[in-house]
Structure formats: structure tokens, C-alpha cells
């Protein structure tokens, strides 16, 4: 079992700054790739940002604003310069790697509301 546990959404102004963090626990062995992704309302599920174990992956959109960090089982995304389009529920991400096949894990979702 692989639990993912989110917390740091929330309701912001346009400008300002969220901090969200995921941490996993269970049976991590095999942890390959962390991040997150976001879905807006009508919208589909797309990346924000990964960390594979020092290298990271980020969305066009949220380049120079957003920045993902990564400690063992547990990643942080901070988020500044937060825009109304930023609005989405966010989802904490794993893949593991083992036994020869990737296996992919989510979190319960975490939302974030940007609006003055």
C-alpha cells in the first residue's frame, strides 16, 4: 500500500504565495518520480511539476513562478506570482519503479483558489 498525504491548499490573492507538500509513505521502494499535477474545472488532469530524484520537470505556464523540491518521501511545491488561472485542484504524484514495470500512485487533492 502507498499512501500519499497533501496538505497547503488554499485560497489566495492574485500575486500572492501557497506552499503545498506531499508525503508518502507505505511501500515506497522503488520511488522514481514525484510531482504534481492540476485540473481545473472543465479541464484535464495536466503537469505542474515532477522531481526525479534531481531533475525537474516544470509546465511552461508556471516556469520562473513555481518551484518543486524534493527530501527522500516527501515533496514541496512552492508557488508564487499565483494568477486567477492558477485555480485547480492539485494533485500530489509517484511513480515507483520495480519489478520491472512502473506503477503509478495520486493523492486525494489538494484545492487551490486564486481570487481577489
Known amino acids: 500500500q502507498v499512501q500519499l498525504v497533501e496538505s497547503g491548499g488554499g485560497l489566495v490573492q492574485p500575486g500572492g504565495s501557497l506552499r503545498l507538500s506531499c508525503a508518502a509513505s507505505g511501500n515506497i521502494f522503488g520511488l522514481s518520480v514525484m510531482g504534481w499535477y492540476r485540473q481545473a474545472p472543465g479541464k484535464q488532469r495536466e503537469l505542474v511539476a515532477t522531481?526525479?530524484?534531481?531533475s525537474t520537470n516544470y509546465a511552461d505556464s508556471v516556469k520562473g513562478r513555481f518551484t518543486i523540491s524534493r527530501d527522500n518521501a516527501k515533496n514541496i511545491l512552492q508557488m508564487n506570482s499565483l494568477k486567477p488561472e492558477d485555480t485547480a485542484v492539485y494533485y500530489c504524484?509517484?511513480?515507483?519503479?520495480?519489478?520491472?514495470?512502473?506503477?503509478?500512485?495520486w493523492g486525494q487533492g489538494t484545492q487551490v483558489t486564486v481570487s481577489s
Open positions: 522531481d526525479s530524484g534531481g
Open positions: 504524484y509517484l511513480q515507483l519503479a520495480r519489478y520491472g514495470r512502473l506503477d503509478d500512485y
